[in-house]
């Protein structure tokens, strides 16, 4: 009898546990589905309030452009007000979604408060760019469309954008170059198209057996007929060393800043050809070696 009844004992425990268990997982599925269709309504919410939130900036931003370029502000503040405008909405926006997530702003706030010594540790370097780009625009050493060379940094263009973080420059052939502001003002900057106009330097040499006299005229008849010099302005020919191997004449005289390198390509190229056509020599450094044969 006891071995007869062993086997019902265990068929029903093995019953009473499948209907524990699926209990257990019917109760926590239904306990799982309206936390899953919060969550999810959640995500929605999110995603259309970024959605709004960004279109709402993009409004914003467009209106501070705007509103900027009618009292002619300059191009480089209005970019930097922009980047600041843009960065500063974006972490609002960003605090905004995390509130639907049960995230409240004094918890975010508290934990960047507790979190600051590392923060500012770890973004000493973003720091001292936006400190550089203050910088830049209270003291505006350059502008925007300004050619400039970063002593600091090596590298040189024009420059495009004065951002929160970064100035960008584009090089002559064509190629940008982001530099971060902090770099950019702890060297020399040299703003080459500050000025309106610019001397041109010109050095050449002739030999000590060439006429004097006449390569001076030629220069100076090169340089009445150019007519990108400023009227007005002085024109230098003169004496400018006794080298070793040529006496080295100069050449100054004024132009537009936009026509210096042009200027000074032309005038190089033809005073070459004038003195070739005069007989005028341009020394070039030569070496004179002398072989000793040794007795047998």
């Not at 001076?216 to 090169?222: A, F, H, M, N, V």
């Not at 191997?245 to 390198?261: H, I």
């Amino acid at each position: 009898m006891r071995l007869a009844q062993e086997p019902s004992i265990i068929t029903e425990s093995i019953e009473n546990l499948q209907n524990v268990d699926e209990h257990m997982i019917r109760k926590y599925l239904e306990d799982l589905v309206p936390g899953f269709l919060n969550f999810a309504v959640q995500v929605v919410l999110a995603v259309l309030l970024y959605l709004i939130g960004k279109r709402v900036i993009s409004f914003l931003r467009k209106f501070l452009r705007k509103s900027l370029e009618r009292r002619g502000v300059d191009i480089g503040v209005r970019q930097f007000l922009d980047s600041i405008m843009r960065y500063s909405l974006h972490f609002v926006l960003w605090l905004m979604i995390l509130t639907l997530f049960g995230i409240t702003t004094a918890s975010v706030v508290a934990l960047l408060g507790s979190a600051g010594l590392t923060l500012g540790l770890a973004l000493q370097g973003s720091l001292a760019n936006f400190a550089g780009g203050v910088l830049i625009m209270l003291l505006s050493p350059f502008h925007v469309d300004d050619y400039i060379i970063a002593g600091g940094t090596g590298h040189e263009g024009m420059v495009k954008e004065i951002s929160i973080f970064y100035t960008k420059l584009m090089t002559p052939d064509n190629q940008t170059v982001l530099i971060p502001n902090g770099k950019l003002t702890d060297g020399a900057i040299v703003n080459v198209t500050g000025q309106q106009t610019r001397r041109v330097d010109i050095l050449v040499g002739i030999s000590y057996q060439a006429d004097l006299k006449k390569a001076k005229e030629l220069l100076s008849g090169l340089v009445e007929k150019e007519s990108r010099i400023l009227p007005g302005q002085p024109v230098n020919i003169f004496v400018s060393d006794l080298a070793d191997s040529c006496v080295e004449l100069g050449c100054r005289f004024w132009v537009k800043s936009e026509d210096y390198w042009q200027t000074r390509w032309d005038t190089l190229e033809s005073v070459k050809l004038l003195f070739d056509e005069h007989g005028i020599e341009i020394p070039f450094p030569q070496m004179d070696v002398h072989i000793k044969g040794q007795a047998e």
